[in-house]
């Protein structure tokens, strides 16, 4: 059973399962660099729950749900990302952020960068934008 069909409860920081018990938040874990909430709930309730076998099976002795802490973040931006003004955005992004990306990394000596340093990369990474702030000016004079 997936964790959508658990309710989420803002006011508790807990979720509530099919069977009407609640999940409180119990601790963080650290995975790959990044941090999750885990929601566990009370093995003496699962243990006589209905819907166990469903829910995670015969071997664990209780269900946890892991989110991940920026959780609420991340739903808005998947919200954010069907509206029609992103799309537009997005578009022009394309046009303008990654077609320079692209000539930059092809064209101006940005697949490989042959300084150490963030100051000095920074330097290469500006010096490559000038070069193409030229030609683009050199165009439009001409």
């Known amino acids: 059973m997936s964790y959508h069909e ?14 009407h018990k609640e999940l409180p938040f119990t601790h ?8 999750s909430k885990i929601y566990s709930a009370k093995a003496k309730d699962c243990k006589i729950c209905p819907f166990r076998e469903k829910c ?12 991940p802490i920026a959780h609420e973040l991340i739903d808005e931006n998947l919200k954010r990302s069907k ?14 952020c990654e077609g320079t990306f692209g000539t930059m990394k092809t ?8 300084k ?8 290469q990474c500006l010096f490559s934008a000038l070069a193409l702030n030229l030609k683009r000016m050199v165009k439009v004079i001409n």
Do not use: M
């Open 28 to 35: 963080l874990k650290k995975s790959n660099g990044h941090y």
């Open 107 to 114: 064209k101006h000596n940005l697949y490989k960068t042959y």
């Open 83 to 96: 509206t029609s003004e992103y799309k537009q955005i997005q578009k022009q992004r394309r046009v303008w």
């Open 56 to 67: 995670f099976g015969k071997k664990s002795i209780k269900k946890a749900i892991s989110r």
């Open 6 to 19: 658990f309710k989420f409860n803002n006011e508790t920081d807990s979720y509530i399962c099919p069977n």
């Open 116 to 123: 150490r340093g963030i100051q000095k990369i920074l330097e």
